[in-house]
């Protein structure tokens, strides 16, 4: 699977291909970050919107904290 670096781009190419192969073992996805980013805290008009929009793409969306 790719390995998108926005979150931990500070492991090396050897650290990645120890997630990516964890990832073909186990048929997962798995995400690496530093310092998990926080959930946004939504307020209920804003999780509609994300909910619909949800729906419309057939996705699922994450919210997180900018820092």
């Given at each position: 699977?790719?390995?998108?670096?926005a979150?931990a781009?500070?492991l090396?190419?050897?650290n990645?291909k120890?997630?990516q192969k964890?990832?073909?073992?186990?048929?997962?996805r798995i995400?690496?970050?530093y310092?998990?980013?926080?959930?946004a805290d939504l307020?209920d008009e804003?999780?509609?919107?994300?909910k619909?929009?949800?729906q419309k793409?057939c996705?699922?969306?994450?919210?997180?904290?900018?820092?």
């Open positions: 699977m790719d390995f998108d670096r979150y781009d500070y090396s190419e050897d990645v120890e997630i964890l990832e073909e073992d186990t048929g997962t995400l690496a970050y310092t998990p980013p926080a959930p307020g804003t999780l509609e919107k994300i619909a929009l949800e793409l996705v699922r969306l994450v919210a997180y904290q900018t820092h």
